[in-house]
């Protein structure tokens, strides 16, 4: 028997046996693991190998003639069947997502487009010419002139098919990045061989390749981005002043990335410009911007600043006295408020009257918008607080980060007593749960009635150490704690006050 003969009867016999066995054994192994390749592994089993054996049997054991009209027809199913399992094959080793599994290379998808047409392209080429032996020389001239008519009907979209090669080339973003493309910003969600597919809470945008490839593209990344938002105060209102206000509008707000800070940005006619500066995911502007904005409103009427905004007003002004340097205000005067205010609390019921009206002559109105902080856990308070308006709460974090509420902030609630306790910090966080106003009365007016008035004293303590046992509690610790001693405010004289039942 000729050798070659009985080399091809073992490779039949044996040989795609083993290997139909093989081809079986690592498809049903990665099919376990739910990997994409096994479905290419089944259909090279199952649709390449058995015309190809039939082929071969025609060609080398039955020498059947290459040009014989059966063998073309096998031929051509097994190229037919190489074309499935190949593109099966692509979608198993290349991938457009972001996260590729093992085995798997990412690319973009204009590239993935195209191995996959020319798979089918090449392999159509092979079986029209190689198998059927159709002879494209006479067509040369005919698809010349089809093939101008048909560039001009579709220059734009031969443009972007050129242009999108260039940008994967190129490579000026990738999926994922924040781009601006003349003005229009997105993240970048998809990249075809014809556009760019950008998206924005606000909107979806195509972007042909060809318009993209004239376009100016900035391109912010994948991560938070620096924004700001611009605010106008009057001169009367000095910088010194309006700076560390506007710092402490970014405190306690999820979306920012990073606190930046305020400073001067220019001067206007009537108003001193400035910008305040933070870092934020750019699908997450839109909700912070507009936080701060709307904070922007409370604060004013925390701190008194002042608005500027284009008026005419009048004014009678005697020559003789000259002319007033300063544009007069009109100022709120709401001293009697706070006096009947204070005197309706029980927590002053031992004060006597001067003492009520000193610590109102002292004390402030303070208005805080819905979410906003009113002190913050691990800072020093600006004194005592009252909910004057509205309502609040009280939460602190565990270790793990979590909010643990420790109680509710109702109406006529006083807060903030660690402000008596010189360098202590809050142990809580106060947020307003809606529009609220608050009294503050500063720290060292609280010291001086502690120290004229020992019943005062204990009935402020003794709320204290109600207020901390709240705070175990939502720290889980269970022991009872007593105030220190060493953090009793001293008066005057160096002395600690002594406070009693």
Do not use: C
């Not at 002139?145 to 001009?152: K, P, Q, T, Y």
């Not at 934020?280 to 904070?295: H, Q």
Request: charged share 20%; no cysteine; glycine share 8%.
């Amino acid at each position: 028997m000729d050798k070659s003969l009985l080399g091809w009867l073992l490779l039949l016999g044996l040989g795609f046996p083993l290997l139909g066995i093989l081809l079986d054994e690592a498809a049903s192994r990665l099919e376990r693991k739910q990997h994409p390749l096994a479905v290419a592994l089944r259909q090279v089993r199952e649709y390449v190998l058995p015309p190809l054996a039939a082929i071969l049997v025609m060609r080398q054991l039955l020498s059947v003639a290459g040009k014989d009209s059966w063998a073309r027809f096998v031929e051509t199913l097994t190229w037919v069947a190489v074309i499935v399992a190949g593109l099966s094959l692509i979608n198993a080793l290349l991938t457009t997502k972001k996260q590729p599994i093992k085995w798997q290379i990412h690319v973009p998808s204009l590239f993935f487009q195209v191995a996959r047409g020319l798979v089918i392209l090449g392999i159509g080429y092979h079986i029209l010419n190689g198998v059927w032996s159709i002879n494209f020389t006479g067509l040369g001239s005919s698809v010349g002139i089809a093939s101008a008519v048909i560039a001009l009907a579709l220059q734009d979209t031969l443009s972007n098919l050129v242009s999108g090669l260039l940008l994967l080339l190129a490579k000026p973003f990738i999926t994922g990045d924040w781009v601006e493309l003349d003005g229009k910003q997105g993240r970048v969600l998809e990249q075809n061989w014809w556009s760019v597919t950008i998206g924005s809470p606000a909107m979806k945008l195509n972007v042909p390749n060809g318009v993209l490839s004239k376009a100016k593209i900035i391109n912010y990344g994948q991560g938070a981005i620096w924004k700001n938002i611009s605010a106008s105060f009057s001169y009367d209102d000095s910088p010194n002043e309006v700076i560390p206000a506007l710092n402490s509008l970014l405190e306690g707000i999820d979306g920012i990335e990073e606190e930046g800070s305020a400073a001067v940005s220019s001067y206007g006619d009537s108003s001193i410009i400035y910008d305040i500066s933070y870092k934020v995911l750019p699908e997450n502007n839109f909700g912070v911007s507009r936080e701060l904005k709307s904070r922007l409103y409370y604060l004013k009427k925390r701190y008194g600043f002042t608005f500027p905004y284009p008026i005419a007003v009048q004014y009678r002004v005697d020559a003789k006295q000259g002319i007033p340097s300063r544009i007069p205000q009109v100022v709120e005067n709401r001293q009697q408020e706070l006096v009947t205010y204070l005197r309706s609390l029980s927590y002053f019921l031992t004060l006597n009257e001067n003492q009520i009206e000193r610590l109102a002559e002292r004390a402030r109105f303070k208005a805080y918008g819905q979410g906003e902080l009113i002190i913050q856990e691990g800072k020093e308070h600006q004194g005592l607080y009252i909910m004057f308006r509205g309502t609040g709460e009280a939460y602190l974090k565990d270790e793990q980060g979590n909010r643990k509420v420790v109680g509710e902030l109702k109406l006529n609630e006083a807060f903030g007593e660690m402000a008596i306790f010189p360098g202590e910090v809050s142990p809580v966080t106060a947020i307003a749960k809606e529009d609220v106003e608050v009294v503050v009365i500063p720290a060292q007016e609280i010291i001086e009635a502690i120290e004229s008035n020992n019943k005062f004293a204990s009935e402020l303590i003794e709320y204290i150490e109600d207020r901390k046992k709240l705070i175990r509690l939502a720290k889980g610790i269970k022991e009872d704690v007593n105030l220190p001693i060493n953090n009793l405010p001293i008066n005057n004289n160096g002395r600690r006050v002594q406070v009693g039942r």
